[in-house]
Structures are given as C-alpha cells and as structure tokens.
C-alpha cells in the first residue's frame, strides 16, 4: 500500500478511534504461531532443494538423509512449539484453520447452486472457506509427499513417479498460498500478521469481522476482569478502563 492511499485511509480510521479509542492494529497471530510457520517454510525448503539436487536419484546418501531430516524436523518443530510455546493459541488456530463451520457450508451452498452470481461475502471468522480448504489440501498433499517419499526410498528411488507428482501439487498449492501472501492486494495486508503479528483493523474489518469483533470482545472481557473488585466509584478511573470501550456485553 503506498503512502498517498494510507493518507486516504487515515480519515475512515480516526473517526473510529475517536469512538472506541482502539488502535489501527488488531494482533493476530503470537510469537508461537508465527516461529512454527517459519520453521515449516524454512524446512519444506530445505526439503524441496535437498530433492531437486537429488533428482531422481536416491543414491545421493548424505543429501537425502538432509532430505528425509528436514521432514522430521516439521513435526519436531510441531512438538516443540505445543510444548514449550503457547500450546492454547497453536490449538485454536489450528482449530479455527480446520473445523468448517455454518458460514462455511452456507457459502459453499450458494456457489454451487449460483455459480456466476455475485454475493455478498460473509462476516468470516479468523480463516475464510479458502484458507480452510487450501490448509486441508496442504496436509492432503505433506501426507502424499511422505507416502511416496518413503515407498521411494524403500525402492531405490525406483518409485519416483508419484513422488514427483506430489511434488509437483504440493508446489502449485504453495504458489496460490504465496501468492495471496505477498501479491493479491485485497489479501496481501494479512502478511503482517505472519511477521509480526499484527493486522490492521480496517483491513480485519473487511475480511474477517466476525473474528476482530471476537477480539474485541475478549479485550473487553480482560478489561472488565481487571477492573472487577472496583473498591472506587467509576469516576475516579478517568479515561481508563472499560469506560474506553462503549461495546454493549454480548455473551458469547
Ligand atoms: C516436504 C516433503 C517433501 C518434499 C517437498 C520432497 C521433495 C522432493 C523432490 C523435489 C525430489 C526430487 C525428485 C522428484 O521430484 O521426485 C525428491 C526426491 C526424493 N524424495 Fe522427497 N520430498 C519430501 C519428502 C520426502 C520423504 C518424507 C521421503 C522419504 C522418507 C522422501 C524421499 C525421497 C527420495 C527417495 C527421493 C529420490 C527419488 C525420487 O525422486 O523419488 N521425500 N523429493
Ligand atoms: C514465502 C512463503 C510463505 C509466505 C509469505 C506465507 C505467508 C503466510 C501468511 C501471511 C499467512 C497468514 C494468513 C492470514 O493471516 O490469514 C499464512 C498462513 C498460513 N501458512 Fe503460509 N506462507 C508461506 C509459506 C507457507 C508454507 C511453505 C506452508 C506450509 C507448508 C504454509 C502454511 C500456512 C498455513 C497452513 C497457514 C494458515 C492459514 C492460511 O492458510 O492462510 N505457508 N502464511
């Protein structure tokens, strides 16, 4: 986004923070969730050239113990993060990626049964129906690799076919996810979100309302419980806590 349509924008945003007095930037993902991102990418990487320089030969020994290792290391890297990081935000979003819920199916619907009609999208939560089902074909196509990296190795390299053929999916999945990351404009200011862990709440707001109305909730949530014992009246807090949030409690 160049700096004349920031200017552009900063108008829409000021207006909403002098009612809710919340910053333009909405985190989204930790510190747990993004390392195990980058360690994923960094060791499907070092799988990905350790196999083109093997080719399709499997004698190459020291290169496809590099190989088979960097895929070890994806579900080591896994294991660490659940264990020593925050396993309860790992396990939501892992959830959240996984689980198809009713906004899910409803979209679905519509497009099979209008294929070329427009329609409004819907409030999505922390992943859209997209992101949901290319996380699904990823795993599908990480499982192939493994499947037909082992029967591979265990003939020789005998068995490349396949292999190559999950290769060859895996990498065009990858594409469409890279692509959305760093160059489709409607999609690509979710790309702070993955380095350093926030997005901006206008964009959060287009893309995934039902999600940043969720994280607003739970803001205000902590505030509330922070504040619970109140010994003093509320006037005496000024400025600060809940009274800077005028969002009615909903329950969840
Ligand atoms: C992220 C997972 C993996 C990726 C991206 C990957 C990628 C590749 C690539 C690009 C090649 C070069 C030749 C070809 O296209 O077939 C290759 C070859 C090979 N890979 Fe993998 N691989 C993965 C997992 C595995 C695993 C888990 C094993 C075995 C346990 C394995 C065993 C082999 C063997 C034996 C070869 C050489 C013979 C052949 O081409 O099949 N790979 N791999
Ligand atoms: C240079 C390469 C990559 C970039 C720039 C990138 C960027 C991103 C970004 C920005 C998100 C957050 C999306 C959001 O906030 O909704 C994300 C999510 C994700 N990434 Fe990547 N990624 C890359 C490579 C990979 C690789 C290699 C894998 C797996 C093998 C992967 C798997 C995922 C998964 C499963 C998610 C969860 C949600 C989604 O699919 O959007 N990414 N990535």
Redesign the pocket.
Known sequence: MGPATQLLEAPEESRQDHHHHRSQWVPRFGASERLLHWWIVTM?GA??LT??A?????ESGPL?RL??GA?VMIGVGALVALLVGNRRAIVRSAWELLVFDRNDVAWVTGLVRHPLHRRAEPRWGKFNTGQKVLAWSLIGS?AA??WT??Q??SSG?D??GP??AA?VI?VVLLCAHIFMAVVNPSTRPALPGMVFGRVRRTWAERHHGAWLAEVDQVDVDHVDQSHAPVASPPTSSGASGASRYPVARRSR
Do not use: K, N, Q, T
């Open positions: 499907f799988a990905l196999g083109l093997m080719g399709d030969e499997a496809l190989h088979v895929v990480l690799l493994i990296g082992v591979s190795r390299g068995a490349a292999h190559s290769v895996a």
